[in-house]
């Protein structure tokens, strides 16, 4: 499964974290340093597995909360037309 961000999305860099921005449709997303971090790993190949293990590399008891963080991140930006499967 490889994550992309679709043509009419546009990522911006902020001081804590990241906005997406559609400019199909004018909406926004903030996301904050976790979720950022999460995204950009998604984007480089990462597995949403691979991403919770080392979100949570720190803090291993916390595992299965970040896998459901990430799913829950992939499913929420999928549904908001802000990341497509390719």
Known sequence: ????????????????GVV???EK???FWR???SGATALRMLLEG?????TAERLSS???EFLERATADVR????????AGLLVTR
Do not use: K, Y
């Open 1 to 16: 499964m490889t994550l992309a961000l679709p043509r009419e999305v546009i990522l911006t860099e902020t001081e804590s």
């Open 20 to 22: 997406l921005l559609n």
């Open 25 to 27: 449709d004018g909406r």
């Open 31 to 33: 996301l904050n340093g």
């Open 46 to 50: 990462s597995t949403p597995q691979q």
């Open 58 to 60: 720190a803090a291993p």
């Open 72 to 79: 829950g991140l992939i499913d929420a930006l999928r549904t």
